[in-house]
T-cell receptor, first 116, second 115 residues
């Protein structure tokens, strides 16, 4: 069975600095997708970034980028120029590739504090 | 208007009561999911549905049941609520794999407290 592990329950960063959130996963599949979701105090789950396993290039969305290490089964999220609005819980999630249920497997979450 | 809505947003109920959480979507997606969020455990899948006639158990379905009344509506029921079902519940939708749509779109969540 696939598992996703976030080993950092809490992280903090100074405003305008860079922070990296860690995520590791375990799977025997070769076709899958990885996601980072943000959950602010409003509770809404917001998709931050997505990575297809078949793509070697790391995904980037504005200040958010990932370091996808397929062989190591590692998928970290880097937030550059951190802003107060980045304070939230962040979840790493895994989804098998095509022809499957589409269900997501989530990590435990990392709470990010941004200090002014 | 939100694409995925959940009612109620917050609910307090007593042990042994039956409660239904409702989810509606306007995204036209076939697939719908119910997740439960607990501190330190992330989100875990309770049930999922590919269409009104296709409902499947997730990893933690015991104590829950679901109904897919229409493509756009997917309800979660707790037949006899117990305190360890206190959690944040999310409904989500996604397109089928053939559409190339990979993301799941989440509702705003329902905070359920069982006393």
């Amino acid at each position: 069975a696939q598992t996703v592990t976030q080993s950092q329950p809490e992280m903090s960063v100074q405003e305008a600095e860079t922070v990296t959130l860690s995520c590791t996963y375990d799977t025997s599949e070769s076709d899958y997708y990885l996601f980072w979701y943000k959950q602010p105090p409003s509770r809404q789950m917001i998709l931050v970034i997505r990575q297809e396993a078949y793509k070697q290039q790391n995904a980037t969305e504005n200040r958010f980028s990932v370091n996808f290490q397929k062989a190591a089964k590692s998928f970290s999220l880097k937030i550059s120029d951190s802003q107060l609005g980045d304070a939230a819980m962040y979840f790493c999630a895994y989804r098998r590739g095509s022809g499957n249920t589409g269900k997501l497997i989530f990590g435990q979450g990392t709470t990010l504090q941004v200090k002014p | 208007d939100a694409d995925v809505t959940q009612t109620p947003r917050n609910r307090i109920t007593k042990t042994g009561k039956r409660i239904m959480l409702e989810c509606s979507q306007t995204k036209g997606h076939d697939r719908m999911y119910w997740y439960r969020q607990d501190p330190g455990l992330g989100l875990r899948l309770i049930y999922y549905s590919f269409d009104v006639k296709d409902i499947n158990k997730g990893e933690i379905s015991d104590g829950y049941s679901v109904s897919r009344q229409a493509q756009a509506k997917f309800s979660l029921s707790l037949e006899s609520a117990i305190p360890n079902q206190t959690a944040l519940y999310f409904c989500a939708t996604s397109g089928s794999s053939g559409t190339g749509s990979y993301e799941q779109y989440f509702g705003p969540g329902t905070r359920l407290t069982v006393t």
